[in-house]
Nanobody, 122 residues
Framework: VQLQASGGGLVQAGGSLRLSCEAS????????MGWFRQAPGKEREFVAV????????LYADSVKGRFAISRDNAKNTVYLQMNSLKPEDTAVYYC????????????????WGQGTQVTVSS
């Protein structure tokens, strides 16, 4: 599986961005899909994960109520809608896929996209 993330950019605090992650291959619907982020000087952290169907989702407490993960299996794409952005959301955002785990732990994800930069100015 190859993952291609896009949609990052520079936005003012309180603004919104929508990230996309398109996957290659015909088995996209068999993967749990997650978003992670890594800020400068910090460890990579979990943001959100979607079940294979998209019905079930899980969020980090820091983004709950502001971010929404969704997927379109027909388009092999997972999205992260980010609203009410804060400067502390500034990071490189990565999408990742897991064959077996609906998980917050990045060790459970086998494939990773290249990352897209999100910068939120105050």
């Amino acid at each position: 599986v190859q993952l291609q993330a896009s949609g990052g950019g520079l936005v003012q605090a309180g603004g919104s961005l929508r990230l996309s992650c398109e996957a290659s291959g015909r088995t996209f619907s068999s993967y749990f899909m997650g978003w992670f982020r890594q800020a400068p000087g910090k460890e990579r952290e979990f943001v959100a994960v979607s079940s294979r169907s998209g019905v079930n989702t899980l969020y980090a407490d820091s983004v709950k109520g502001r971010f929404a993960i969704s997927r379109d299996n027909a388009k092999n794409t997972v999205y992260l809608q980010m609203n009410s952005l804060k400067p502390e959301d500034t990071a490189v955002y990565y999408c990742a896929s897991s064959q077996a785990s609906f998980s917050r732990n990045d060790r459970n994800y086998e494939y990773w996209g290249q990352g897209t930069q999100v910068t939120v100015s105050s």
